[in-house]
């Protein structure tokens, strides 16, 4: 019983501003955090939290921040097979005005370095149940790795962001995708604002399952064929949805894991998803994107509770 997810690490550099500066404008900031971050280090931690013994294939450089996040990713529990490279870690500055407004600039760094995997990646992704992929890293290492989850029976699990025309190509080695309602359009290079019945009908015809998240509405699964399932969201307050889509697709995929078959279809996905988002309403409830995703225990007990 095991997931591998290959995909960014970056160090988030948060700071609160009055303000987002304007071109040619410093200001100063009120409140300074870094914290480990990047879709693929957010899905590892969640799937880890859910359970799941959790290897977690990335790029780091050879600096402190590397250090900083190889550290926390074992103290998480995580398996790192992490490779150092000759370039900076991954930065994401992340500039949050006091209404919650942000404007984000993101330094691939070592991340945009796995290009390629080594033997020792491709024997993890072969030996694992469910591989997780997203869209952060190079699509060249993406498409290789979903290849090798394919031909391994590995179950694998893409998450289309951000979304990127190229990773159409991607679908045919994928069990389930799971895309907010402007990734499931932009993957097939239509406008953000197209018609999602469509877009998902088109996804499904290359044979994979299509998990839609809606945010606040919940979200939409749809296997080939058959009639789309509505999971309804779990009415929460809400403190910061950062972090929400993260915690779900680590839930997930822990729960197809946990699964005797690793079943992806319609049926199996509808109670993985239903999971995902009892997960993802309590990531909602707290601040921040790893120090919000939440341990098994306290999923199940608010399962029980509602
Ligand atoms: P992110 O902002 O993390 O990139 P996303 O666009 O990938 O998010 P969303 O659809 O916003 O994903 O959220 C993922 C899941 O989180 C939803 O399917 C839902 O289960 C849960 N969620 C998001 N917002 C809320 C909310 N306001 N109340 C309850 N649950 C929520």
Redesign the pocket.
């Known amino acids: 019983m095991s997931v591998v997810v290959l995909g960014s690490a970056n160090l988030d550099l948060v700071y609160d501003v009055e303000r987002i500066p304007a071109p040619g404008e410093t200001v100063l900031a009120r409140g300074y955090g870094a914290f480990a971050g990047g879709k693929g280090n957010n899905q590892a931690v969640a799937a880890a939290r859910a359970g799941s013994e959790t290897r977690f294939i990335a790029a780091l450089g050879r600096d402190e921040n590397g250090d900083r996040l190889a550290e926390e990713a074992r103290a998480a529990g995580i398996a790192l097979l992490d490779r150092r490279v000759d370039a900076p870690t991954g930065t994401a500055s992340i500039y949050v005005d006091r209404g919650g407004e942000n404007s984000i600039v993101v330094n691939s760094g070592a991340n945009a370095e796995l290009t390629a995997l080594t033997a020792t990646e491709l024997a993890a992704i072969g030996d694992a149940d469910v591989l997780v992929l997203q869209l952060e890293t190079p699509p060249g290492a993406v498409a290789e790795a979903a290849r090798a989850a394919r031909a391994a029976a590995t179950a694998v699990v893409l998450n289309a ?1 951000p979304a990127d025309r190229r990773a159409e190509d991607l679908l045919g080695d994928v069990d389930v995708l799971v895309v ?1 309602e402007h990734e499931a359009n932009g993957l097939l290079g239509r406008d953000p604002g197209a018609d999602l019945d469509a877009a998902v009908d088109a996804l499904t015809a290359y044979g994979c399952t299509v998990v839609v ?4 509405a ?2 939409l699964v749809a296997a080939p064929g058959g009639e789309p399932v509505k999971v309804p ?4 307050p ?1 403190v910061d ?8 697709v680590g839930y997930l995929a822990a729960a197809i894991d946990a699964d005797e078959r690793h079943a992806t279809g319609a049926a199996a996905l509808a109670g993985a998803a239903a999971f ?2 009892a997960a ?2 309590i ?2 409830q707290r601040k921040g994107a790893v120090p919000s995703i939440p341990t098994l225990e306290e999923v199940r007990g608010s399962r029980d509770a509602h």
């Open positions: 962001a907010n998240t809606l945010g606040a919940g979200c969201a779990v009415p929460v809400v949805t950062t972090g929400a889509g993260d915690t779900f995902a988002t993802a309403a990531a909602v």
